[in-house]
């Protein structure tokens, strides 16, 4: 009887394990799964990007920024229906593209205001550095995937970093010091949601202040400029904001005028900042001074809860991702979005220095605001995939 016995056993305890050992079934389609959360905000936000646009210039401008939401609204579609697990297995590929769009600007694109960032199409400025954060985020997230069991060694994380910096460096010869600065906080991001511990991100710390204090003070004093005289003044500027009001602090001085006399619910067709030009590029980087002279508080609190509500929703987006791959990605393109409304608006309000960095979904530009799409296309897929997912096991979601 014995024998008898230790076999019903292992028998017993192999149906029981069989269950958690055996492959989840391959799901071919997934539901819609669509998060209303991060949609309401994604073309909430268009929707108060055209309208912005068309108050702070041409009608023909606005309905070029309408195209470029329509067109990005589609990409979006598409990469949410797309399984986004494959595009891990395309990561070199993807890493490659990035770099060698980057050097095509350098080559072939235009010059504007003493930078060269965008290949002149017949429709649009296609510029490199904005598709390159989307892409940045795919590859390197992809390549952390690869190192998992390793990601607490130091190699990884220096990995890691250096293919964070080596397009980071591109576009600062560009020069384009707001996207380099978006890269290395794209890096850091997926580094922390991978897991890295925290001596790692200390210790890169440590490097990024002798780094800042070798350009801005030891190079120089050698002869050696690393960055323009202009892109200093800009990044001191706000310091000072009284002292070179009539300087490089002109622009942050007329956005903090344009915002405060926006009041509670604005100016309307009374504004003056923006509707007279006194303040330069108000629907590309300062936007949000459009917004906040003619509709005030009221239409300013609005862009910032829809910025609230698309934050918070990617955010659940990465618990809810099926696999670490989609976590970084999700992690990486929360965390490329809260830097760029931060440091955008915070140079709008005075509390940041002009580094050139748009407003998502807000600032004109196709590049801009169809990257962005994407990145929204991007975090429905991976939602979509989660929840299917979780309704695989039994388990449902309410919201």
């Known amino acids: 009887m014995r024998p008898r016995r230790v076999e019903d056993a292992v028998t017993a305890r192999t149906s029981l394990r069989t269950p958690e050992t055996a492959p989840a079934p391959r799901t071919r389609s997934f539901s819609w799964g669509l998060d209303p959360g991060i949609a309401i905000a994604a073309i909430g936000l268009a929707a108060c990007s055209v309208l912005a646009v068309s108050r702070a ?50 080559a072939f694109g235009g010059v504007a205001r003493g930078s060269r960032r965008a290949i002149e199409l017949p ?36 990995r890691i970093m250096l293919l964070a910096l ?38 890169l710390g440590a490097l990024a202040a002798v780094a800042v204090a070798l350009a801005l003070v030891a190079l120089p004093a ?26 490089e602090g002109y622009q942050q001085k007329q956005s903090t005028i344009a915002i405060g006399s926006g009041e509670k619910t604005g100016r309307g067709e009374g504004s003056t900042q923006t509707k007279l030009d006194f303040l330069p590029e108000h629907h590309t980087d ?80 196709g590049s801009s605001l169809m990257t962005t799409m994407l990145a929204v296309g991007l975090l429905q897929s991976i939602h979509a995939q989660g929840r299917a997912a979780l309704a695989s096991k039994g388990r449902v979601l309410t919201f």
Not at 125 to 135: D, R, T, Y
């Open 123 to 158: 429709f649009f400025s296609f510029q490199a550095s904005e598709l390159g954060k989307v892409l940045l985020v795919l590859s390197l997230s992809a390549f952390v995937v690869d190192q998992t069991r390793r990601t607490a060694g130091r190699h990884t994380t220096a």
């Open 286 to 365: 300062f936007v949000f001074a459009v917004i906040g002279e003619r509709w005030g508080f009221a239409g300013a609190a609005l862009v910032l809860s829809l910025y609230a509500l698309l934050i918070w929703r990617g955010l659940r987006v990465v618990t809810l991702s099926k696999n670490l791959y989609g976590a970084l990605v999700a992690g990486g393109i929360v965390a490329m979005l809260l830097f760029q409304v931060f440091v955008n608006v915070g140079m709008n309000i005075g509390i940041m220095p002009i580094t050139g960095i748009p407003l998502p979904l807000m600032s004109y530009g």
């Open 222 to 247: 050698a002869g050696v400029d690393v960055l323009h005289d202009y892109q200093k003044e800009r990044l001191t500027a706000f310091l000072h904001p009284s002292d070179t009001a009539s300087d």
């Open 166 to 203: 080596v397009p980071a460096g591109l576009v600062m010869l560009q020069p384009d010091l707001g996207s380099a600065l978006v890269y290395i906080v794209i890096g850091l991001a997926v580094l922390f949601v991978g897991g890295a511990p925290w001596r790692h991100f200390a210790a």
């Open 57 to 106: 210039a041409s009608e023909a401008t606005a309905t070029r920024q309408m195209a470029y939401a329509v067109i990005g609204l589609a990409a979006a579609g598409v990469l949410w229906r797309l399984d986004y697990s494959r595009l891990r297995e395309l990561r070199h590929g993807i890493y490659a593209l990035l770099l060698a769009s980057i050097v095509a600007v350098m």
